[in-house]
């Protein structure tokens, strides 16, 4: 039987034989049991928003002006259809709303709606409260040291991703 963490079947350690392979190994299966967790996390009604609509939100507000659905897949690196699944879901709900992009009339924008943004704000503040309950064994640094590693590693990721053919979807996405 295979041993688990939090519900992820570990990798084998590394071995000296293949040390980089092997350490990156053991670091995508940390990386798997972490998504893993968030995405538990997302979809309760632990917080007041879905992790993807808590993304989507997000980004609406990032860009501070009215977006179309083809630019936020872009940006997310989500395939449209399942993004405009999920924007109609969050339209039923109140959390945004379309409206005609002025400078071409086929085309629609979205926009954050009040409601919408009252539970953006909300949630924000929920994970930030769970972040430093889960954060009470790190001091600053480590904190500090920890965003470092994982922005090199999204940098890496994405500067890979730009020169690689078939080029994977997160080639396309902005990095701000």
């Known amino acids: 039987m295979q041993a688990t963490k939090y519900g992820v079947a570990l990798l084998d350690p590394p071995t000296t034989a293949h040390a980089p392979d092997d350490a990156a190994t053991v670091l995508l ?16 009604s632990w917080f007041d928003l879905t992790w993807p609509q808590f ?12 977006l ?13 259809s399942v993004l ?10 109140g959390l945004i709303t379309r409206v005609r992009d002025p400078n071409d009339g086929r085309a ?12 953006l704000q909300g949630t924000g503040q929920q994970w930030m ?6 954060l009470t064994d790190f001091d600053d640094a480590d904190i500090t040291m920890c965003a470092q590693l994982i922005d090199v590693l ?10 690689s053919s078939p080029r994977p979807p997160i080639a396309n996405m902005k990095t701000n």
């Open 29 to 44: 299966g940390s990386l798997i049991a972490l998504f893993r967790m968030l995405r538990r996390l997302g979809d309760t």
């Open 68 to 80: 179309r659905l083809t630019s936020m897949a872009d940006a997310l690196g989500y395939d449209i």
């Open 154 to 163: 999204c940098d890496g990721m994405y500067q890979a991703a730009k020169t």
């Open 108 to 119: 629609w924008l979205l926009r954050l709606t009040d409601e919408g943004e009252a539970r």
């Open 55 to 66: 993304i989507v939100l997000r980004r609406i507000r990032h860009e501070e002006t009215d």
């Open 129 to 134: 409260t769970q972040m430093r309950e889960w």
């Open 84 to 93: 405009s699944r999920q924007v109609n879901t969050m339209i039923d709900q």
